[in-house]
T-cell receptor
Framework: EAAVTQSPRNKVTVTGGNVTLSCRQT?????MYWYRQDTGHGLRLIHY???????QIGDVPDGYKATRTTQEDFFLLLELASPSQTSLYFC????????????FGEGSRLIVV | KTQVEQSPQSLVVRQGENCVLQ??????????LRWFKQDTGKGLVSLTV?????DKTSNGRYSATLDKDAKHSTLHITATLLDDTATYIC?????????????FGAGTQLIVIP
């Protein structure tokens, strides 16, 4: 069974704060993704990567950076957090983009006050 | 503009009843459609994927249909259980390759009561 682990699971920060969300997958998948989930919206893609050192821009990248340090690890960085970034963040991995199913982590809830 | 619309937004059924969830989309091209189940506070788990122009799949008490001409999919849950309480999310992939994008619906919240 695919395993994607996110940390922290919950985070509260102040406006202007610096936040790093971590994701590790142990499935040797090439693709990893960061999504945000907000009430009334479908999941929206922030950034994704198809391998260590690679980064691709998603649909809602503003205010976010990401880095893929190894095949296993993908980080989402909020360097100046804003209240609009209060959301539930999901990391996912897949063997290849789109065609194969995504395996999701359990989510990281971020509150920016 | 939302390209994947799910209905109803929420649904309450009694344990043992059947239910049907709808997904309409405008994504073009539409390579495949996948249904996910999301338990409260958890990540999404794939239930089934539909690929063909007119497709049907079955996975235990879950069955799904896809009509690409109508750009419409249904998810049927038979003899619901309390553990079926979750949000069900429809996702349309516009390609099967690395160039593809996934388009997520906002989900249908299903509540199963005793």
């Amino acid at each position: 069974e695919a395993a994607v682990t996110q940390s922290p699971r919950n985070k509260v920060t102040v406006t202007g704060g610096n936040v790093t969300l971590s994701c590790r997958q142990t499935n040797s998948h090439n693709y990893m993704y960061w999504y945000r989930q907000d009430t009334g919206h479908g999941l929206r893609l922030i950034h994704y990567s198809y391998g260590a050192g690679n980064l691709q821009i998603g649909d809602v990248p503003d205010g976010y950076k990401a880095t893929r340090t190894t095949q296993e690890d993908f980080f989402l960085l909020l360097e100046l957090a804003s209240p609009s970034q209060t959301s539930l963040y999901f990391c996912a991995s897949s063997e290849q983009n789109s065609g194969n199913t995504l395996y999701f982590g359990e989510g990281s809830r971020l509150i920016v006050v | 503009k939302t390209q994947v619309e799910q209905s109803p937004q929420s649904l309450v059924v009694r344990q043992g009843e059947n239910c049907v969830l709808q997904c309409n989309y405008s994504v073009t091209p539409d390579n495949h459609l996948r249904w996910f189940k999301q338990d409260t506070g958890k990540g999404l788990v794939s239930l089934t994927v539909l690929v063909d122009q007119k497709d049907k799949t079955s996975n235990g008490r879950y069955s799904a249909t896809l009509d690409k001409d109508a750009k419409h999919s249904t998810l049927h849950i038979t003899a619901t259980l309390l553990d079926d309480t979750a949000t069900y999310i429809c996702v349309v992939g516009d390609r099967g390759s690395a160039l593809g994008r996934l388009h997520f619906g906002a989900g249908t919240q299903l509540i199963v009561i005793p």
